[in-house]
């Protein structure tokens, strides 16, 4: 059983005495020890893992962890250990070194360092170091993970790393490194440069293949694309937040022999510029947005034969046009979004195993209008915020009518054809998502995602937006989620009724005053009807809905508190914009009240109902009374009638006798 002992936060300002003396872990956090000596921790000889992060340690006896032969994980974090300038003395057994947040400075480093021949990570993150040296690290051979991160380092000697033959994973982010030049370190596979003033990065050529598998030089000062030599092994370059304009692979270049950097207000003239060496055989992921791009070369992705992912988005690109075999064919995600795309051109075959396609936040208009028919795997395409139009479902009459799994006959005649000003969105069955939020959509013709099995549809912000009856029809099936929200829309052709499976409805932000959505075997679950013009909802789909809906919103409309009955049916549904849905008594249009308060709506039988009735309600019980005061008369009239008959009668009856 392993023994632990947590320490942690207990204002204490010594070593504890009487813990178990078998503990393996031993956590003394956040507590007021400021000094540590050999005999303090000599009892505890078994322990593995020590925590003395956050204690305001200034003070530590060379040799306090020397005898420490099971100790493998040390953090001294976050302390003030650049008031101990003799270090640690021998740690010889210590496998992890935390020493991150201590003001540590050159020169001070290197006495923490001795004797640590069996350490293989070590954080050196968030101090004050501004160089290494060759004899920096010449005290843990054995390192491989080393993180440096968030310290003003400006300048790295030659040969700073030739200690450290097995480091594989380096951390420099957050420094002041301005070049990398000639990178030599042929067995590092994951190196961060990311938030420096890097403005080119190259790589030395090797007899020796580089391993380099992991590259983050993103939030930099790069101009152009880091060259690397032919035979490279990298997966993962992150580029994002430079000043990548073009692709000429033209960086001044300082001519050194390790990972070097220079800081320098007059940079000598560079060499002329070595051969164009942008080939990654390897790479699988790209991450090039909020850079300067504006064009790309043809056959740059020629140079990237396996990449899977693709990030060109927040850059100045205005065109981007793909010809079969132009290097992509194993690419699955490719973001484009927030660029200044007019042109779109994706020849058939040239994304065969794409299936994610940002787009949003371009200028398209005029795209061809099958220009995304031809991507056969594509799953989820976002194209918001553009000027698109939808093209209809273009089906000629020998096609037929009958809607795929419906058995409703349709007629289809008339369905447009497509245009060069439209884009089609039909017969493209492998893509589930599609995103068209904020195009200046005017229409959506009958038929525009026929044969598409989407599952989620947004046409929200589209204002003025009309929709054809048979607008959605093939998507009776696979419709879970739909967005009509902000689009205007006065009425709904759309029979919803006809969707068992969806799940979401967003109508906000409209004028409708009636819907109904939910037929045999409904399954809504989610309801936004808020800003739009219902006076009532109605109880039979309401009723229908009970089972499945969970939540709903209703604030902005202009509800008839004397036609509330429909509340009943929202038992068991949580509205979501409660306390701000309000309602309006007819005779009274301009005093609010809360719809869902146990006062506000009184029912028909309340005397502000029944003073301030609705048309239809009066027109009924006046023609109620009417029809009631009309038969009153007419039996009083028959019966005085016959009362008065009955009476001659008998007078004459008694005249004949006298």
Same mark, same amino acid.
């Given at each position: 059983?392993?023994?632990?002992? @947590?320490?942690?936060?207990?204002?204490?300002?010594?070593?504890?005495?009487?813990?178990?003396?078998?503990?393996?872990?031993?956590?003394?956090?956040?507590?007021?020890?400021?000094?540590?000596?050999? !005999?303090?921790?000599?009892?505890?000889? +078994?322990?593995?893992?020590?925590?003395?992060?956050?204690?305001?340690?200034? @003070?530590?006896?060379?040799?306090? #962890?020397?005898?420490?032969?099971?100790?493998?994980?040390?953090?001294?974090?976050?302390?003030? %250990?650049?008031?101990?300038?003799?270090?640690?003395?021998?740690?010889?057994?210590?496998?992890?070194?935390?020493?991150?947040?201590?003001?540590?400075?050159?020169?001070?480093?290197?006495?923490?360092?001795?004797?640590?021949?069996?350490?293989?990570?070590?954080?050196?993150?968030?101090?004050?170091?501004?160089?290494?040296?060759?004899?920096?690290?010449?005290?843990?051979?054995?390192?491989?993970?080393?993180?440096?991160?968030?310290?003003?380092?400006?300048?790295?000697?030659?040969?700073?790393?030739?200690?450290?033959?097995?480091?594989?994973?380096?951390?420099?982010?957050?420094?002041?490194?301005?070049?990398?030049?000639?990178?030599?370190?042929?067995?590092?596979?994951?190196?961060?440069?990311?938030?420096?003033?890097?403005?080119?990065?190259?790589?030395?050529?090797?007899?020796?293949?580089?391993?380099?598998?992991?590259?983050?030089?993103?939030?930099?000062?790069?101009?152009?694309?880091?060259?690397?030599?032919? /035979?490279? /092994?990298?997966?993962?370059?992150?580029?994002?937040?430079?000043?990548?304009?073009?692709? +000429?692979?033209?960086?001044?270049?300082?001519?050194?022999?390790?990972?070097?950097?220079?800081?320098?207000?007059?940079?000598?003239?560079?060499?002329?510029?070595?051969?164009?060496?942008?080939?990654?055989?390897?790479?699988?992921?790209?991450?090039?947005?909020?850079?300067?791009?504006?064009?790309?070369?043809?056959? %740059?992705?020629?140079?990237?034969? =396996?990449?899977?992912?693709?990030?060109?988005?927040?850059?100045?690109?205005? !065109?981007?046009?793909?010809?079969?075999?132009?290097?992509?064919?194993?690419?699955?995600?490719? !973001?484009?979004?927030?660029?200044?795309?007019?042109?779109?051109?994706?020849?058939?075959?040239?994304?065969?195993?794409? /299936?994610?396609?940002?787009?949003?936040?371009?200028?398209?208009?005029?795209?061809?209008?099958?220009?995304?028919?031809?991507?056969?795997?594509?799953?989820?395409?976002?194209?918001?915020?553009?000027?698109?139009?939808?093209?209809?479902?273009?089906?000629?009459?020998?096609?037929?009518?009958?809607?795929?799994?419906?058995? /409703?006959?349709?007629?289809?005649?008339?369905?447009?054809?497509?245009?060069?000003?439209?884009?089609? @969105?039909?017969?493209? =069955?492998?893509?589930?998502?599609?995103?068209?939020?904020?195009?200046?959509?005017?229409?959506?013709?009958?038929?525009?995602?026929?044969?598409?099995?989407?599952?989620?549809?947004?046409?929200?912000?589209?204002?003025? %937006?009309?929709?054809?009856?048979?607008?959605?029809?093939?998507?009776?099936?696979?419709?879970?989620?739909?967005?009509?929200?902000?689009?205007?829309?006065?009425?709904?052709?759309?029979?919803?009724?006809?969707?068992?499976?969806?799940?979401?409805? !967003?109508?906000?932000?409209?004028?409708?005053?009636? %819907?109904?959505?939910?037929?045999?075997?409904?399954?809504?679950? *989610?309801?936004?009807?808020?800003?739009?013009?219902?006076?009532?909802?109605?109880?039979?789909?309401?009723?229908?809905?009970?089972?499945?809906?969970?939540?709903?919103?209703?604030?902005?409309?202009?509800?008839?508190?004397?036609?509330?009955?429909?509340?009943?049916?929202?038992?068991?549904?949580?509205?979501?914009? =409660?306390?701000?849905?309000?309602?309006?008594?007819?005779?009274?249009?301009?005093?609010?009240?809360?719809?869902?308060?146990?006062?506000? *709506?009184?029912?028909?039988?309340?005397?502000?109902?029944?003073?301030?009735?609705?048309?239809?309600?009066?027109?009924?019980?006046?023609?109620?009374?009417?029809?009631?005061?009309?038969? #009153?008369?007419?039996?009083?009239?028959?019966?005085?009638?016959?009362?008065?008959?009955?009476?001659?009668?008998?007078?004459?009856?008694? *005249?004949?006798?006298?």
């Amino acid at each position: 059983m392993q023994m632990e002992a @947590f320490c942690q936060d207990r204002d204490l300002q010594r070593i504890p005495k009487g813990l178990p003396l078998d503990i393996r872990r031993l956590n003394l956090s956040v507590n007021r020890i400021q000094s540590l000596t050999i !005999d303090n921790l000599t009892q505890y000889s +078994s322990v593995h893992y020590l925590n003395l992060r956050s204690n305001g340690l200034e @003070f530590v006896q060379p040799g306090t #962890f020397t005898n420490l032969s099971r100790l493998e994980v040390l953090d001294l974090a976050d302390n003030f %250990l650049d008031l101990s300038q003799r270090g640690l003395g021998s740690i010889p057994h210590l496998r992890r070194l935390e020493l991150g947040g201590n003001s540590l400075y050159n020169g001070v480093v290197e006495a923490f360092l001795q004797g640590a021949l069996q350490l293989h990570h070590l954080s050196l993150a968030r101090n004050s170091l501004t160089k290494l040296t060759a004899s920096t690290f010449q005290g843990c051979p054995s390192l491989t993970h080393l993180d440096l991160q968030h310290n003003i380092i400006i300048e790295i000697e030659s040969g700073a790393f030739s200690s450290l033959p097995n480091l594989s994973t380096l951390d420099l982010a957050m420094n002041s490194i301005t070049c990398v030049v000639n990178f030599s370190l042929t067995q590092l596979q994951v190196l961060n440069l990311s938030r420096n003033s890097i403005e080119s990065f190259q790589v030395a050529d090797s007899v020796e293949e580089h391993q380099l598998r992991w590259l983050d030089l993103s939030t930099n000062n790069l101009l152009h694309l880091p060259l690397f030599p032919h /035979r490279n /092994r990298l997966e993962h370059l992150d580029l994002s937040r430079n000043s990548i304009q073009d692709f +000429s692979g033209r960086p001044s270049t300082l001519d050194t022999e390790q990972l070097d950097t220079a800081n320098r207000t007059q940079p000598p003239t560079p060499p002329p510029p070595p051969p164009l060496q942008v080939y990654f055989p390897k790479l699988l992921h790209l991450e090039m947005s909020y850079n300067e791009i504006t064009a790309l070369p043809p056959d %740059l992705f020629l140079r990237m034969p =396996r990449l899977v992912f693709l990030n060109l988005s927040n850059n100045c690109l205005d !065109d981007f046009s793909l010809e079969a075999g132009a290097g992509l064919d194993a690419l699955t995600v490719l !973001d484009l979004s927030s660029n200044s795309l007019v042109n779109l051109t994706l020849a058939p075959g040239s994304l065969p195993h794409l /299936r994610l396609l940002y787009l949003q936040e371009n200028r398209l208009h005029s795209v061809p209008h099958n220009a995304f028919r031809g991507l056969h795997s594509l799953y989820i395409l976002s194209l918001q915020s553009n000027s698109i139009s939808i093209c209809g479902g273009g089906l000629g009459p020998s096609e037929g009518g009958l809607e795929p799994g419906s058995g /409703r006959s349709r007629g289809l005649g008339g369905v447009p054809q497509p245009s060069s000003d439209c884009l089609a @969105f039909h017969g493209m =069955r492998t893509l589930r998502y599609l995103y068209l939020k904020d195009n200046g959509i005017q229409s959506v013709p009958a038929l525009a995602f026929l044969h598409t099995p989407l599952s989620v549809l947004d046409l929200s912000i589209n204002p003025g %937006l009309r929709l054809h009856p048979t607008s959605l029809d093939g998507l009776e099936v696979t419709l879970t989620r739909l967005s009509l929200r902000g689009n205007g829309l006065s009425s709904l052709p759309l029979d919803l009724a006809w969707f068992p499976g969806l799940r979401v409805l !967003d109508a906000s932000e409209n004028h409708l005053s009636e %819907l109904v959505v939910g037929g045999p075997g409904a399954a809504l679950e *989610h309801l936004q009807l808020s800003n739009n013009n219902f006076q009532a909802l109605g109880q039979a789909w309401l009723g229908r809905l009970n089972a499945t809906l969970r939540t709903l919103t209703l604030q902005g409309n202009p509800f008839n508190c004397c036609q509330a009955a429909w509340l009943h049916c929202l038992e068991r549904v949580q509205v979501l914009d =409660r306390p701000l849905v309000q309602c309006r008594y007819p005779g009274n249009k301009e005093e609010m009240h809360r719809l869902f308060d146990s006062d506000s *709506h009184l029912g028909p039988a309340s005397g502000l109902c029944m003073a301030s009735s609705s048309p239809e309600w009066s027109r009924w019980n006046v023609l109620g009374l009417a029809l009631a005061c009309a038969a #009153f008369l007419a039996a009083a009239i028959l019966g005085t009638y016959l009362l008065w008959r009955r009476k001659v009668g008998l007078l004459f009856v008694h *005249h004949v006798k006298a």
